[in-house]
């Protein structure tokens, strides 16, 4: 049974930046598909970025320039460096994986706010 565990949101003013993380463990196998989900009140869950076997990241249109998705595949550990962000980026953000069937984490909230 795999575990993701998110750390990092919080409150950051228009302009900032935070680092999101999520370590997933209970596979002794590399997870390659791993990625980052955001849901704000009202709206649908969307992919914000991701990695897969490929190593190519995929980001949604908004926040390309502005964040940046990496892991530490050794460790089943994905980051997102989210740089210039903006008061639309707020949302509660999911660490997802893919390893058999859809994993999710229980999400860190992200607030941008003045």
């Known amino acids: 049974q795999v575990q993701l565990v998110e750390s990092g949101g919080g409150l950051v003013q228009p302009g900032g930046s935070l680092r999101l993380s999520c370590a997933a463990s209970g596979s002794r196998f590399i997870i390659y598909n791993m990625g980052w989900y955001r849901q704000a009140p009202g709206r649908q869950r969307e992919m914000v970025a991701r990695v897969t076997s490929s190593d190519k990241p995929d980001y949604t249109d908004s926040v390309k320039g502005r964040f940046t998705i990496s892991r530490n595949i050794t460790k089943n550990t994905v980051y997102l460096q989210m740089n210039n962000l903006k008061p639309e980026d707020t949302a509660i953000y999911y660490c997802?994986?893919?390893?058999?069937?859809?994993?999710w984490g229980q999400g860190t909230q992200v607030t941008v706010s003045s």
């Open positions: 997802n994986a893919l390893f058999g069937i859809e994993y």
